[in-house]
């Protein structure tokens, strides 16, 4: 059953079939397999796929990061940052880390976070004289923070496929998220010491309390999203909901760079950004639920059995195949498959799911920057005009200070278990 489900669905993606209908396609073939062809099959679990509460969350946290975007959030959490460090060596990269992290706790989307980023930034670093693909590369792998940081859409689907607390997944995501962070920082300040640019001078007390001021709105939302969540004030689905009103009421009332006439479109993109997400998880339901019934965990279990009596050994294996996997899938299509076959792995070796989704979510995220699928990779290539290859050279050093802390995850549950017992 692992080969007929594998199988039809890598062949189904080889052959250009998107990756929505290649799941209902794989589920189809485990019904032939198993002689139980029913249409009906399909249909219901496609409407079960869609007809989550939790799922609520991601349409709102879309429309979040696309109202934060229009309404001049972005820009002003870039002058923020670079009211503080853009004053050094290489500042504009510590600015476009530290900016990248600040974002990530208000859109949980790496491909947003990224356009939206790279957009302000890389046009500057440019202009500054820093390598384009060095410069690109830095933005690209500061993206991806975003889905590991609250909110992050990523755990919400891991959390409704999984059935864990998505509120505990956002707890637990923000030490490894800090870390991916500090990680860019060191490997940056290495890199920066070649930096030959002029630096812009320092800004005077004046001008960066000015530019706190600037960006205080969009600094208090995180603050509200995760004290909500940990005071229990609301649920992530209702988190979702408030972050996009703050955004709505700050770019219309506050910063007035929202025009009610520029919602269409700023609805429209939500809109279809939603229903990709959400008709892959539908689709991704189907199969889930046959690789249920065609009993795919325990026949992985009884090939993997000596790896599920050691949880080091297993995590460290299911974490190789993930990291190939990323190589040639989506972040949210790749979590809707293997969660289902992985996570029962792991539960028989005693790994805490909440942890498990945490490592996985950070394992496919390095799959956006990696090619030749990455997809933030080609939002960077498109923003600064350069190859794919080009930007491969590009983001080598970063992409491996997020593998090394995700080595230092698996040898190390406890940064993450223990902040987050802690903060739940």
Avoid at 242 to 252: M, N, Q, R, S
Avoid at 280 to 287: G, L
Avoid at 348 to 357: C, N
Wanted: hydrophobic letters at 60%; a neutral charge; glycine letters at 10%.
């Amino acid at each position: 059953m692992v080969g007929v489900f594998l199988g039809s669905l890598f062949g189904s993606l080889a052959l250009g079939v998107p990756i929505a209908f290649a799941l209902i396609l794989a589920g189809v073939a485990i019904m032939f397999a198993l002689d139980m062809m029913d249409a009906q099959i399909v249909a219901q679990n496609l409407i079960n796929g869609a007809n989550n509460f939790s799922l609520m969350a991601i349409p709102f946290f879309v429309l979040a990061g696309e109202l934060m975007n229009a309404g001049g959030i972005s820009k002003r959490i870039v002058g923020f940052a670079m009211s503080l460090v853009g004053h050094i060596r290489g500042g504009l990269g510590y600015v476009a880390i530290i900016a990248s992290i600040l974002f990530a706790g208000l859109s949980g989307s790496a491909v947003a976070d990224t356009a939206a980023l790279g957009a302000i930034l890389i046009p500057m670093m440019i202009a500054r004289g820093y390598d384009v693909n060095r410069s690109t590369g830095l933005i690209c792998a500061s993206g991806i923070i975003a889905p590991v940081i609250p909110p992050s859409i990523p755990m919400i689907i891991y959390g409704v496929t999984a059935g864990v607390s998505i509120t505990q997944l956002f707890m637990g995501g923000i030490v490894p998220g800090i870390m991916m962070g500090v990680g860019l920082i060191t490997a940056w300040s290495f890199i920066a010491r070649k930096d030959k640019s002029e630096l812009p001078k320092r800004q005077t007390r004046r001008e960066i309390m000015e530019s706190i001021r600037q960006a205080s709105w969009a600094l208090l939302l995180p603050v509200i999203i995760i004290g909500g969540l940990r005071g229990g004030i609301f649920t992530p689905t209702e988190a979702a909901v408030v972050a996009a009103f703050y955004a709505l009421f700050v770019g219309v009332a506050v910063y007035r760079e929202l025009e009610l006439k520029d919602l269409s479109h700023v609805l429209v993109a939500s809109a279809k950004t939603t229903a990709v997400v959400m008709f892959v998880a539908a689709a991704a339901m189907v199969s889930a639920w046959l690789i249920t019934v065609a009993d795919v965990p325990g026949q992985m279990a009884a090939a993997l059995g000596g790896l599920v009596e050691n949880p080091l050994m297993l995590m460290l294996f299911i974490n190789l195949i993930l990291l190939a996997v990323g190589l040639v899938m989506d972040l949210t299509p790749a979590l809707l498959i293997f969660t289902p076959v992985f996570l029962p792995l792991a539960k028989l070796a005693g790994i805490d799911p909440v942890y498990f989704g945490i490592i996985m979510i950070i394992n496919l995220c390095i799959g956006l920057i990696t090619p030749p699928v990455g997809t933030v990779l080609y939002v960077g290539c498109g923003i600064s005009r350069i190859n794919i290859g080009a930007l491969t050279r590009g983001i080598w050093p970063f992409v491996l200070v997020h593998i090394i802390v995700l080595i230092l995850l698996i040898l190390f549950p406890s940064i993450v278990t223990v902040p987050l017992k802690l903060l739940t």
